[in-house]
């Protein structure tokens, strides 16, 4: 007897779900021939499923998820185009999400040693950087320190020492302990 009430409320409920469900459409425009079309539960799931997978997907490629602890991988090499903007070095990366981000605190001393032979590098030019060696990088920085927003690296060849801003982390899910770079002409 319990069973044969379980069996029929479940029936209830499938039934209220299909009428719930349940469209009806006028087929000749003047209402004389209806047409019931009834969506399945699982066509319902199959949309939501879809639509959720593709926001998840726009949602990880913009770096949206960030803040909750999901990064795209990084490229073992990376490339980006600094160039001078208002006295400084920037760069403009929409892949993370960086419009004209200032170098500063003796990274763009650094930055002007690298660039010294590049014709024209105040309008850009390319730098590759990567946390393993690479064929043909000129520079090397070595993490010193953090000091809760940024953190410090030190150039040997050039002798210098310079703050990487907060923006390193949409690269990088941690500080590297060493950055290896190169700058070209573009």
């Known amino acids: 007897m319990m069973m044969r009430s379980a069996n029929q409320a479940l029936e209830a409920i499938e039934n209220r779900w299909r009428d719930f469900l349940s469209l009806k459409a006028d087929v000749g425009g003047m209402g004389s021939e209806t047409m019931k079309q009834t969506i399945r539960p699982w066509q319902v799931l199959a949309a939501v499923v879809v639509l959720g997978a593709v926001a998840a997907s726009v949602a990880y490629y913009k770096g949206a998820l960030q803040p909750f602890g999901v ?11 600094p160039y001078r ?3 400084t070095w920037v760069i403009d990366d929409p892949t993370v999400g960086l419009n004209r981000e200032p170098f500063v605190s003796g990274i763009p001393e650094m930055i002007d040693e690298m660039v010294k032979d590049i014709p024209d590098a105040d309008k850009g030019f ?3 950087f990567s946390t393993q060696p690479f064929p043909g990088y000129t520079h090397r920085l070595t993490w010193r ?3 809760g927003t940024g953190n410090w690296y030190y150039c040997e060849q050039l002798q210098k020492e310079g703050w990487l ?4 982390f ?8 060493e950055i290896y770079a190169k700058a070209e002409k573009k």
Request: charge should be positive; glycine fraction near 10%.
């Open 170 to 177: 949409r690269y990088y899910r941690a500080a590297p302990r």
């Open 145 to 147: 320190r953090g000091d």
């Open 71 to 81: 990064y795209r991988p990084a490229n073992a090499l990376m490339v980006i185009a």
């Open 85 to 87: 903007y208002a006295g």
């Open 165 to 168: 801003c907060p923006g390193l």
């Open 126 to 128: 390319r730098l590759l």
